[in-house]
């Protein structure tokens, strides 16, 4: 691996061209390269047309539509692009595939819900379950160890349990569970199981086939792309389930599963978004096939991110009042993504919010759609957290600028 190139990094992306703002809000959404851009906007002016007609507009958008499927196959490591479902977002896909999977349930049957999880992987579950008369189990994340652990989940299983929606990342303790471990046991125990990767992705590269789930979610707008929801399904599955389309619409996969016009001008960013990932592993030294070079630039910002991660909760943790929510050991870092959340014992959340931002410092406050995490772990829902999250464009000098900006509120 080549050393880690920051400066041209930073250079891809418009938002970052002089400008002192110091972008840490990326959990709630990332910044877009300017290929991505370019990409999107090129789709606008010559593939803006609808799908399958007889002429060049209609064949250049079909063309894009199917590059998208492509892209996001590679992304996830699915068996064939004929698996990914790509909609608006995240939640507007789990509602939409728990009126699927649920009417294939019967009264009484067991949904798992967990207490570490947004809403978008919560809500959409537990409409399901009060649609379709099905029981609601809770499964907690262990409070000393910040993860899901398999022998809270093992207690939990019963014959009777169809349906396991479970947490990667957590955003608001950037904790990352054992999904490979969780999904054998319920998997063994006759449930399918859903994985939220949104948190994962714009830090790890998801790999469905070596998890074993059944479904895997992501939002490319979190991992530096537009605003979609990308869905992974098993495809054995997909056909057995029953569709939700129009009448007219084909009943192979995805297109089954595929409501209304597809947005061909996002689904060239999506495109452009995983050739950025593959380009930058190029720039950090990978070769290979596309997944390889992206696998390769994940790795190089890993290692990047987590000398970020160390300098901030280091610097956050030796500050008077202040109380980390999640793994602080630097030797767990490996079990987090650097989400960083934190409370203070008298200056209210909302406060540090808005004194980082006089100084150009982009985060968060609140329960940030966390409202089981926060429930969990007994703080206000209003109040929730001050949440910083670093990606991969985040320099040295934020983190600095940041520790000084809480210091100084702290003093």
Not at 93 to 121: C, K, Y
Not at 320 to 333: D, S
Request: hydrophobic share 45%; with cysteine; charged share 20%.
């Amino acid at each position: 691996m080549t050393a880690y190139p920051i400066d041209l990094i930073r250079a891809s992306f418009p938002a970052l061209e002089d400008s002192r703002t110091a972008y840490l809000d990326n959990p709630a959404g990332t910044l877009v390269p300017k290929t991505v851009i370019d990409a999107v906007a090129g789709a606008m002016a010559t593939a803006s047309s609808n799908l399958g007609g007889r002429f060049a507009a209609s064949q250049r958008a079909d063309a894009t539509w199917r590059a998208a499927h492509d892209a996001a196959a590679e992304f996830v490591n699915a068996a064939s692009w004929q698996e990914m479902i790509i909609g608006p977002n995240m939640t507007t896909l789990a509602f939409q595939m728990g009126r699927v999977i649920g009417s294939t349930l019967s009264p009484g049957d067991e949904v798992i819900v967990t207490r570490m999880d947004h809403e978008g992987n919560v809500s959409p579950w537990l409409a399901m379950a009060e649609t379709y008369g099905l029981k609601v189990k809770w499964l907690p994340f262990n409070k000393e160890t910040w993860r899901i652990e398999p022998e809270d989940l093992a207690a939990l299983l019963t014959p009777r349990t169809k349906f396991l929606a479970l947490n990667y990342a957590s955003n608001m303790t950037g904790s990352i569970n054992d999904v490979t471990a969780l999904t054998a046991l319920a998997k063994a125990a006759g449930a399918l199981v859903w994985i939220d990767a949104v948190q994962l992705a714009p830090h790890h590269l998801p790999d469905v086939q070596a998890i074993g789930c059944d479904f895997l979610v992501c939002s490319s707008y979190k991992f530096f792309g537009p605003h979609l929801g990308v869905l992974w399904g098993r495809g054995d599955l997909l056909r057995a389930l029953p569709p939700h389309r129009v009448r007219c619409q084909s009943d192979d996969i995805p297109d089954r599963f595929c409501t209304g016009t597809p947005q061909t001008e996002l689904l060239a960013g999506l495109t452009a978004t995983i050739d950025y990932l593959a380009s930058t592993g190029e720039v950090t030294g990978s070769t290979g096939t596309r997944r390889e070079k992206m696998a390769g630039a994940y790795q190089a910002f890993d290692a990047y991110e987590a000398g970020l991660t160390r300098r901030l909760i280091g610097g956050l943790t030796a500050l008077p009042g202040v109380r980390l929510v999640g793994i602080a050991n630097p030797n767990l870092f490996a079990h987090r993504v650097p989400t960083i959340s934190f409370t203070h014992d008298r200056i209210s959340t909302h406060r540090f919010a808005d004194a980082l931002a006089t100084e150009d410092i982009n985060v968060w406050s609140g329960h940030n759609y966390a409202l089981e995490p926060a429930r969990h772990l007994g703080l206000s829902e209003e109040e929730g957290v001050v949440r910083i999250g670093i990606a991969h464009y985040n320099s040295a000098e934020e983190i600095e600028r940041t520790l000084a900006a809480v210091g100084k509120l702290v003093a």
